[in-house]
């Protein structure tokens, strides 16, 4: 959804604004291809020459680069905490700094309540489905389920588990991410506390293999390293034993693309009160969904506070993204015809506009 | 108006959040009469406890400390480009960077075209008039008047300097702001290529006295040291010999609260070009008026590109500078009982909401 022709450039042209875009380095042909495409469009409509650059580099230095140039705006990008947070810190020091929308790394927790867990089978498919996706490559992956501790708890763990051993080895999309996923199950395979439930070794052959690990929710709290993101078809199940181990595990997270909650009607007094705690470590919550399926809507929130984005201020999926490059201006006292188009009396765009503090398609 | 109780406090209590406010020590007992009106209210009113803190404190340290705290969330800011600015260094640097929205210095130009000039005496003496409002300590204050050349011109100058002369001594805020006065204004009196045109020395018996330079446009153009702000009653007057001139001028500005133009129905054309070259510039064009009213309503926008502020997307004036303190929330496939009042079905609280992108008051 964010390369080339993708949610981060579509918006700045629907602003008026040239964008120079970054290429990723795994796949220089494809973005060249519609790169080319993007210019030809340009052309055949008459767009100022220069509209769109495209600039292909190797690793972070050429849109770090970018980010430090005077002519540069604002930066929008989609990728690691390392490679945005890089972009952000040379943004913030600029002489004139300006803004980063950097979408980064997110576990996108899912918390199980206990009722809803009579469907333990259907829910932990659902999950596990959405876990596998792209081979957990979606930055909404759900990475992390805490689940509340009922008689039909374990019935969640083997189901889940069963999904996910039945998943094969698949390739991921480039040898760096596949190195990294390696890497940080690694890592966590021989950690005290953490037992591995399903999956296997995360490589085989060169390919990533799905991984499940569970813990209990007090190590979790304790163990800050196991909130980070594990980019990849990777899952760990939280268990609590109760309703306030749920809230201080909602409680302990950092912030978040994500969080998701199922619960039945019989859960929605503890629904109420974990979405409170959630809404503000997230910017989009979902009851009984899967958090994969990003619609490019007019209600859609695609980020979150700080560490899952560098501004909890702005979405970068949906109409409201365009917003990431525009800037008010009060034009004061001017004569009708010297009036952008939008603000003239006669409303000649029939837009929405704000006359005296009411909402209005009228004339003035 | 952007003390205790103003236009950085009362958004943020309008979008339910708890406010801890710095308060200047130029005025601390002021301010502490404040604060405790707005505590017995908040009492009053059933507000939690601790829903508003007035903190004292001398110097930068204390407002640089609360900028670093874990619990404070984001930064509104009037003053100087030092204070801002310090504060928006730490708020960048810190594990979880927030916002932060400081409106600092602006000098606010103001472009006089030829044919209004046929009403040289008028303008000069309202412009001369704002200029002098509150002893210049406005922050839309305009500190730089570009004039291009007419017959009429030394009429302008000779007005505006004997409105200035005529004005009385002053006593600025504190202090603090009359010596910054005084010394900015030392540095540039004897500069070649500045001409005193009115006032006199900066300081009469420890009150501030108004004083105007006169330019001309290459010069002002090469010394960006001209381009900073003298905060308190001083003008600048930049004489352009030409069109061409007026252009260069208008580009050479950074980042302005409000920039001004002045011109008859026959410098329609050439106030069309300005009014797209400024509008890059700054968050408030005014045409024939002057920049120091400055009116709490929707479309105010007191904002601008850096440096008048660290955040040009928001405004710290109108009902819009709540949003400063805001952050996007999608809740979705939320059972109607547990969605927030603004978003059930039946809309109880009667406001404006879209859907499938078309704004309306009905219930779903």
Same mark, same amino acid.
């Given at each position: 959804?964010?390369?080339?022709?993708?949610?981060?450039?579509?918006?700045?042209?629907?602003?008026?604004?040239?964008?120079?875009?970054?290429?990723?380095?795994?796949?220089?042909?494809?973005?060249?291809?519609?790169?080319?495409?993007?210019?030809?469009?340009?052309?055949?409509?008459?767009?100022?020459?220069?509209?769109?650059?495209?600039?292909?580099?190797?690793?972070?230095? %050429?849109? =770090?680069?970018?980010?430090?140039?005077?002519?540069?705006?604002?930066?929008?990008?989609?990728?690691?905490? @390392?490679?945005?947070?890089?972009?952000?810190?040379?943004?913030?020091?600029?002489?004139?700094?300006?803004?980063?929308?950097?979408?980064? /790394?997110?576990?996108?927790?899912?918390?199980?309540?206990?009722?809803?867990?009579?469907?333990?089978?259907?829910?932990?498919?659902?999950?596990?489905?959405?876990?596998?996706?792209?081979?957990?490559?979606?930055?909404?992956?759900?990475?992390?389920?805490?689940?509340?501790?009922? %008689?039909?708890?374990?019935?969640?763990?083997?189901?889940?588990?069963?999904?996910?051993?039945?998943?094969?080895?698949?390739?991921?999309? @480039?040898?760096?991410?596949?190195?990294?996923? =390696?890497?940080?199950?690694?890592?966590?395979?021989?950690?005290?506390?953490?037992? =591995?439930?399903?999956?296997?070794? /995360?490589?085989?052959?060169?390919?990533?293999?799905?991984?499940?690990?569970?813990?209990?929710?007090?190590?979790?709290?304790?163990?800050?390293?196991?909130?980070?993101?594990?980019? /990849?078809?990777?899952?760990?199940?939280?268990?609590?034993?109760?309703?306030?181990?749920?809230?201080?595990?909602?409680?302990?997270?950092?912030?978040?693309?994500?969080?998701?909650?199922?619960?039945?009607?019989?859960?929605?007094?503890?629904?109420?009160?974990?979405?409170?705690?959630?809404?503000?470590?997230?910017?989009?919550?979902?009851?009984?969904?899967?958090?994969?399926?990003?619609?490019?809507?007019?209600?859609?929130?695609?980020?979150?506070?700080?560490?899952?984005?560098?501004?909890?201020?702005?979405?970068?999926?949906?109409?409201?993204?365009?917003?990431?490059?525009?800037?008010?201006?009060?034009?004061?006292?001017?004569?009708?015809?010297?009036?952008?188009?939008?603000?003239?009396?006669?409303?000649?765009?029939?837009?929405?506009?704000?006359?005296?503090?009411?909402?209005?398609?009228?004339?003035?």
């Amino acid at each position: 959804g964010f390369s080339v022709g993708g949610g981060d450039t579509i918006p700045v042209f629907s602003v008026g604004c040239p964008v120079v875009f970054k290429a990723h380095s795994a796949h220089p042909a494809t973005s060249e291809a519609v790169g080319l495409c993007i210019r030809d469009a340009a052309l055949s409509t008459g767009m100022p020459e220069g509209v769109f650059s495209l600039l292909h580099g190797n690793a972070h230095s %050429a849109g =770090q680069s970018l980010a430090a140039h005077p002519d540069i705006k604002a930066v929008a990008f989609t990728g690691s905490f @390392y490679g945005g947070k890089s972009l952000y810190d040379i943004a913030v020091k600029r002489p004139d700094p300006i803004p980063v929308y950097a979408e980064m /790394g997110s576990v996108n927790p899912v918390f199980i309540l206990p009722t809803i867990q009579k469907q333990a089978k259907s829910v932990a498919e659902k999950l596990a489905a959405s876990n596998l996706l792209g081979v957990g490559q979606f930055c909404t992956n759900p990475g992390i389920i805490i689940i509340q501790r009922t %008689a039909d708890t374990d019935q969640f763990i083997e189901t889940y588990s069963t999904v996910i051993n039945a998943a094969p080895e698949q390739c991921m999309l @480039y040898p760096g991410i596949a190195d990294a996923y =390696q890497s940080s199950v690694n890592e966590l395979i021989n950690q005290s506390g953490l037992q =591995q439930v399903g999956g296997s070794q /995360g490589n085989k052959n060169g390919f990533a293999v799905p991984v499940v690990f569970s813990t209990t929710a007090s190590l979790f709290v304790e163990n800050k390293s196991w909130h980070e993101e594990v980019f /990849g078809p990777f899952s760990l199940i939280v268990v609590a034993e109760n309703e306030a181990e749920i809230r201080t595990v909602a409680g302990s997270f950092k912030g978040q693309l994500t969080v998701t909650l199922w619960g039945s009607e019989e859960d929605e007094k503890q629904l109420g009160q974990l979405s409170t705690i959630c809404a503000d470590k997230t910017g989009r919550i979902i009851i009984n969904g899967v958090p994969t399926g990003v619609e490019v809507g007019h209600a859609m929130v695609h980020g979150g506070p700080f560490p899952s984005t560098t501004d909890s201020r702005a979405t970068s999926v949906g109409s409201q993204s365009i917003y990431r490059f525009t800037r008010p201006v009060c034009f004061q006292d001017f004569p009708d015809t010297l009036l952008p188009e939008s603000l003239k009396n006669e409303n000649p765009l029939k837009i929405w506009r704000k006359l005296n503090g009411e909402l209005t398609k009228n004339s003035i």
